[in-house]
Nanobody
Framework: QVQLVQSGGGLVQAGGSLRLSCAPS????????VAWFRQIPGKEREFVAA????????YYEHFVKGRFTISRDNAKNTVDLEMKWLQTEDTAVYYC?????????????????????WGKGTLVTVSS
């Protein structure tokens, strides 16, 4: 069973930046559409960003557009989420997710159920 290994995250002041990374324990990552979700305490897990298998198409939820950037390096087998201008409302556990399907637009990649693989989560805390 392939596992997703996450790294990065931690504590940062408001206005600061953090980078999250996700990589599979084995297998080529370029077969997967990859996304980041987050879960704020007491709320449902929500979509943050996604990237197509080739990396040509990216998708963002409105509340991170212009601040977060998702990217992938298929040679290094990683997908990163660069987070800038972090706000206290961004405090959450962030999850990497992957699915063996192509992407079919924002409404498609925002759905949680098609994702077969999930990372264990990384806590991001933004202090005021």
């Amino acid at each position: 069973q392939v596992q997703l290994v996450q790294s990065g995250g931690g504590l940062v002041q408001a206005g600061g930046s953090l980078r999250l990374s996700c990589a599979p324990s084995r297998e080529a990552f370029d077969r997967y559409t990859v996304a980041w979700f987050r879960q704020i305490p007491g709320k449902e897990r929500e979509f943050v960003a996604a990237i197509s298998r080739s990396g040509i198409r990216t998708y963002y939820e409105h509340f991170v557009k212009g601040r977060f950037t998702i990217s992938r390096d298929n040679a290094k087998n990683t997908v990163d989420l660069e987070m800038k201008w972090l706000q206290t409302e961004d405090t959450a556990v962030y999850y990497c997710a992957a699915q063996l399907r192509a992407d079919y637009g924002l409404e498609d990649v925002r759905r949680r159920d098609p994702y077969d693989l999930w990372g264990k989560g990384t806590l991001v805390t933004v202090s005021s």
